[in-house]
Each structure stands twice: as structure tokens, then as C-alpha cells.
């Protein structure tokens, strides 16, 4: 198989990568090259910013594709332009959508390809559905053989899946853990969530890729492993070896007072209880199973982080906040309860 990739080193991607290099597969990534320090030997790389669309259509101009994925568009021009190289280059093109553009709230808290599209909490799920249309659309009209592929919480080595964090990332929830400091869990940590190791990911997408079935099908590709954020936080606080010091804060509370995008990320993401049927993924790709269980997952995801400082980036301002919160919380306690 020859494929393409736009991107290829983020999250999702590094995974899919290293599997396919490990079939033999005659890869090519094509990205800005400030990443692919760590990418294993035998994958060609076409250094290129994929906005520069008159350059990577000289670079492309003589190359053709079984798969060409990108994991980085975002918007809808960005489909268009990607529609506009690789139209009668590819035999099959496969777009990384969210499942955060599935309905929210849910009217259902079962989710499957056939739940309605619709996020008014997000402009990044509302953007991924666009594209979703505009590729679908190239599709019907003109035969591009789109097939759409829609992550949720996917995690590595190199970063802690959670649900409240600032914009330097989530080292610093972690931290606040190891100095025995209380940490923000939005809502009660009741609701339901799952999250997907991304060795899991890359089984269930390679085997979407060059397969006849898939095209002009989305497709969601998560663990079938179902956890309350109660239950995410104290694996994390396990297998940092401390005592898990939770503060329950709604997540009505967090938009209203933080800088983040918590309406986004948590209103219409994480706040909500989704629970996946992989069925549709498991009839294109009969042998996918999941089978990295979170507690393991994580354990490996700390690990590593503690063994590599660069990936130990401390958010002051975010820890501030955190205990800005968690003050006001008691303040108003002691103020009712007086």
C-alpha cells in the first residue's frame, strides 16, 4: 500500500505510522518538518506546509495515492483545497473528523454513526461537520472516494488524558496531585466517557485503509471500555502512587469564570456521557479490538512523562485559577452554612 499522510506525528497519527512501517507500507508524510525527529526509519517525507497549495502540487505532480489522509484540516476551505490535489490521485481519502460533532446534548446516550450531527456548544465540531458535508457532498456529485473516520478522547505516552486543564497542557493537574493539592473535576465525575489508547486507534483506521467497504462511510473508532471521570482521576492519581484530593466543580461554573474554551471542551464534549457502539467499525474490520484497558494505558502515559522532563510543562497561571476556584467554593460554603 502507498499512503499519504498530512500531518502523521500528532497523537492520533504517530501511532497509525509506526504500525503501517511495521507492515511494510510505503508511506510519505507530508508536513512542515518540525516534528519528525522521532519517526522511525523507512517513512518519506514530503516538507511542504499543505497551505501552500501551489507548492505541494508541485511536489505531488507525479505521485499517486492508494490512501491519502490528512489529520490537520479543521475547516471547510481546508477540505476544499485538499479536494482540489488530490482528486483523481487517491483511491480512497480519508478525512479525521471528532465525535464531538455528534449530537449535544445527546437525546441518546448511545452513540452510533446514525446519531444526528449537531454541536451549538463548539465552533471545532461545528467546522469538523462542515467538512464532513462538503466531502460528502464531492462524493455523491463526483465520486471522491471520501471515507470519513471520527476519534474521541485518544491518548499516548506523551500527554494525560483529562477533562480540566489549561492552554500549556495537562502536566500541571498531575503536578498539583504529586503536591498533594486538591485538583477540578467538572460535574460530579459521574458522567460516562471512554477513552482510546492510540495503538488501539491506529488497528481500528489501517484497517479502514484500502477497504472497498469504507468509502463514502464515517466511521467512529473508540475503545469499548466505558469509564466515569471519577474513576479517570483516580487511575491517574493511582499510578502517580498518591491520594486523589478531588474538588467536584459544575461545569457551568468553569465557563463562567476561566478563560479557557471550557463551553467547547466541556459543554459540548466531555460534560457529556457518550457511550460508543463500535458495531459498524467491527463489520468493516472484523479483527479490531481494543485492548489496551485505561488503568494500563495510564500507567504507561505516566511513566513515561515522569522519565522525560520535556514533557513536564508547568501552567502557573492555570494552577492559580485552580486554587482561585477551589477558594471561592469554600468561601460560599462557609457563607450558606454561617
Known amino acids: 500500500m502507498k499512503a499519504l499522510f498530512i500531518g502523521g506525528t500528532g497523537t492520533i497519527s504517530s501511532a497509525i505510522t509506526k504500525q503501517l512501517l511495521e507492515k511494510g507500507c ?4 507530508l508536513n512542515r518538518g518540525t516534528r519528525n525527529e ?11 506546509d499543505i497551505n501552500d497549495e501551489e507548492q505541494v502540487s508541485k511536489l505531488i505532480a507525479n505521485l499517486e495515492f492508494d490512501v491519502v489522509a490528512d489529520f490537520i484540516a479543521f475547516e471547510p476551505a481546508q477540505v ?6 488530490f482528486k483523481g490521485k487517491t ?15 445527546l437525546s441518546d446516550y448511545r452513540i452510533t454513526e446514525g446519531t444526528p450531527l449537531s454541536n451549538p456548544y463548539w465552533e471545532y465540531s461545528r467546522n469538523k461537520i462542515a467538512c464532513e458535508e462538503y466531502l460528502m457532498k464531492q462524493y455523491r456529485e463526483n465520486g471522491f472516494p471520501i471515507t470519513i473516520v471520527r476519534p474521541s478522547h485518544t491518548y499516548s505516552e506523551r500527554s494525560i488524558p483529562l477533562g480540566v486543564h489549561g492552554s500549556k497542557g495537562t502536566w500541571q493537574v498531575a503536578k498539583r496531585m504529586l503536591e498533594n493539592k ?11 466517557w471512554t477513552m482510546t489508547h ?53 461545569s457551568e461554573f468553569l465557563v463562567a469564570c476561566s478563560k479557557e474554551d471550557y463551553r467547547g471542551g466541556l459543554l459540548g464534549d466531555k460534560a457529556n456521557s457518550v457511550v460508543f457502539d463500535n458495531s459498524k ?4 474490520v472484523p479483527e479490531f479490538v481494543a485492548s489496551t484497558r485505561f488503568d494500563q494505558g495510564i500507567r504507561q502515559t ?37
Not at 476544499?80 to 490535489?85: C, F, G, P, Q, V
Not at 486538591?182 to 460516562?192: A, M, N
Open 198 to 250: 492510540n495503538s488501539d486507534f491506529a488497528k481500528g483506521f489501517i484497517g479502514l485503509m484500502g477497504n472497498i467497504h469504507a468509502i463514502g462511510e464515517s466511521v467512529h473508532i473508540t475503545s469499548d471500555e466505558t469509564v466515569t471521570w471519577n474513576q479517570i482521576y483516580e487511575v491517574i492519581a493511582d499510578a502517580l502512587g498518591v491520594k486523589l484530593k478531588a474538588v467536584h466543580v459544575s
Open 26 to 29: 510505503e508511506l510519505y508524510l
Open 281 to 284: 467499525l467491527k463489520r468493516l
Open 80 to 85: 476544499e483545497r485538499d479536494y482540489r490535489l
Open 38 to 48: 522521532d519517526l522511525p526509519a523507512g517513512v518519506n517525507i514530503i516538507k511542504a
Open 91 to 105: 483511491k480512497q481519502f480519508m478525512f479525521i473528523s471528532s465525535a464531538s460533532a455528534y449530537q449535544t446534548p
Open 302 to 338: 505516566i511513566a513515561y512523562i515522569l522519565a522525560h522532563p520535556e514533557h513536564q510543562k508547568e501552567d502557573k497561571e492555570f494552577d492559580s485559577w485552580c486554587d482561585k476556584v477551589i477558594h471561592a467554593l469554600d468561601a460560599a460554603i462557609r457563607n450558606i452554612s454561617e
Open 182 to 192: 486538591p485538583v477540578i473535576i467538572h460535574g460530579d465525575g459521574t458522567s460516562l
